[in-house]
């Protein structure tokens, strides 16, 4: 059973970069046309697609966060990280990682974005 689960700092301060990472068990990053994405909800919004890793290492990006977001791998751990800089309390969000196509969701984790 895959399971999915994303770590990382609960509070970041305004501009500097938010770095999380998504551990995938029980199945592999590299796996045929799978896409490991970054999602988010803001409080009170609904769900921001923020981009994707794909199986073969390309990455796909929203255009309005594309400036400012990269997501790597490490295949040796089975992991893939987000890096966001320049946060601002706009940033603020449970930040997901998940491959939506084929139903494999973190549980999420809460970013605040405060001095």
């Known amino acids: 059973q895959v399971q999915v689960q994303e770590s990382g700092p609960g509070l970041v301060k305004p501009s500097q970069t938010l770095s999380l990472t998504c551990t995938v068990s029980g199945g592999s990053i590299t796996t045929n046309y799978y896409y490991w994405s970054w999602i988010r909800q803001p409080p009170g919004k609904g769900l921001e697609w923020m981009g994707a890793i794909g199986y073969s290492g390309n990455t796909y990006f929203t255009p309005s966060l594309r400036s400012r977001t990269s997501i790597s791998r490490d295949t040796s751990k089975n992991q893939f990280t987000l890096q966001l800089t320049s946060v601002t309390p706009e940033d603020t969000a449970v930040y997901y990682c998940?491959?939506?196509?084929?139903?494999?969701w973190g549980q999420g984790t809460q970013v605040t974005v405060s001095s």
């Open positions: 998940a491959s939506p196509l084929i139903g494999y």
